[in-house]
């Protein structure tokens, strides 16, 4: 399907995506290794001896270029070394285990960001003015002047708290999981906490766009044809309104990656976002890094897929 | 004489604007007979495309048809449920537009745009409508039509989207075919080739067609019947060649003194009278033409001429016609 041009230029892309995630973890290796300590110094006092066994395990005991120069190895190895605070765990899988996680919660948030700002950008658009549209208007104005830890605190009050209480503890939304990926019910409520601001982003751009695209000379063709309202605006409107709604997806998808940091740690979820904070409390550098080179990636990827998602929609864009 | 398949009478729509009501449509009437060739002339917003619009009912917010019957086979359009009007748009009145490139869906294959006209009133298997969509395009000459179904309107050419686009309006073999400035934003060649088009498929199929245009040599090389609008009225009307030779009108005639040259400019080729186009909100006393008119009389300032027959199947809506008109300036030179 893809042209002998796409794929070459595809390509490229993902050698300059994977470029840009050693750029970016080389950058955050030589940011900690000037920080001073590390997680062999925390609370309890270690014998010397170990301590340098330790440190030589790690090669920390060798120059900085010469550490550099390892750990660039393994990165291009797809090998992010070993827990600084768990020792013997390999970082690799352990991040790509939470990066599912993480992908879980980020997808559902993802898919509930553009299919609720849709819904409500379209229906705002053909009932222009009417209290549909006045109410998609506010719900909006909520929804991006609160940002998603207010909204994720306003949740766990409402359905962790108040419920419990109401119900006597019969129905409630539990915080932590306890497997690995969580239950639809468990991933709903983060997924509206970290996608609703964005949601209604996605609204207010798919609105304008709609309105936008409902004057068009096209529309009006699609019409004299004697195509129903309903085909109007799904197969002709729509599509069209979707191409500025594609250009906030790359931002997007990053306020997603960033903000599940947050949401992660206020629901307790054990994805990528939760290790970062624990590991830089820990001081666990090597997943720091780590984590920070998953993040790179992942954002890379997403634009890419977001420039391709271009094409599908706009017949007019070729690379 | 055959009865006529649409019938427009009194027709008025308005424009409700925070400025006022603009009255783009003010009692027009018509009548179209099967098979022929009706033109529709007259300058920029005297309410052309308003009056072709109502016709399909597409006329959009804030306008509406406040008044007037448009009969198609004898029942009206103004009155119909919404459905049986869906019924009626692209299928026994298809409609065609300006500018074949922003009145083409970006997104979506030529082809495609052309086998939907056929699915939104028959049901027909893909294949089948594909082979007919190649057929059209082959229809109004569009080379290697099997190949170029499956081009986007953007990888065609301005004429060949607007054979495209008349493709489109043919596939359900309609009985009325409005053209609304089919060739304004075409090159002069291209915009012959378009005429001479249109010209061959009515005469092949037997639609009838409405053909809207600034301009009248556009009007002489494809119609037989020809409607002056002025101020969203229709101030003369009969047979385009007793019309060219002897416009009873002098709006008509100041058209025909201003033809403009096919291949003069674009902008050129633009009608253009001496004075402003009349305020449609609140249009002028008496006749509407009167503050541009040479030949006006006292009566004009205050008297509103309707269509009064002037000649063999002509009217015009004059209180002195140019007939008088021009034996006065005879008399006045001698
Ligand atoms: N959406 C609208 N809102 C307000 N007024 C409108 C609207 N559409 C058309 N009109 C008015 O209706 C009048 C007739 O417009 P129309 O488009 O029929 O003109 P036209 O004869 O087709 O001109 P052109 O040759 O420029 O296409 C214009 O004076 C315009 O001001
Ligand atoms: S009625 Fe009078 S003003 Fe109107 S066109 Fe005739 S002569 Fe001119
Ligand atoms: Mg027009």
Redesign the pocket.
Known sequence: MLSRRALIYLGERLVLVAFTAVAVSSIVFLGVHQLPGNAFLSDRRIDPVALQAIMHHYHLDLSLFDQYKLFVSGILRGDLGESLVNRGIPITPLLLREATVSLEVGAAALIFTIGLGMVLGVIAAIKQNSWIDYLATATSVVGYSMPNFVIATVLVLIFAVYLYNWSGGAIYYEIGWNGTYGTLGQISIPAFALGFPYASIVARLTRASMLEVLRQDYIRTAKAKGLSDRIVIIRHALRNALIPVVTILGPLTIGIITGSVVIENVFGIPGLGKEFVQSILSRDYNIVIGVFTFYALAIGLANLLVDFLYTAIDPRIRY | MTAPVLQVKDLKTQFFTDDGVVKAVDGVSFDLHPGETLGIVGESGCGKSVTALSILRLVQEPGRITNGQILFKGTDIVTMPDDDVRDIRGKDIAMIFQDPLSSLNPVLKVGYQIEEAMEAHTRISGKVALSRAIQLLKQVRIPAAESRVEDYPHQFSGGMRQRAMIAMGLANKPSILIADEPTTALDVTVQAQILELLRDLNQETKTAIILITHNMGVVAGLCKRVLVMYAGRI?EQGPVEQIFHDPQ???TWSLLQSIPRLDADRKDRLLSIEGLPPDLIKPPS?????PR?????E???H?D?SLMDVGPDQA??????MRR?LAQDGQARA
């Open positions: 101030v009108h002098p709006y008496g006749c509407r033409f009167h008119c040479r030949f006006r009389i009566r004009c300032f008297d001429p015009a809506a004059c209180w002195v016609t008109a």
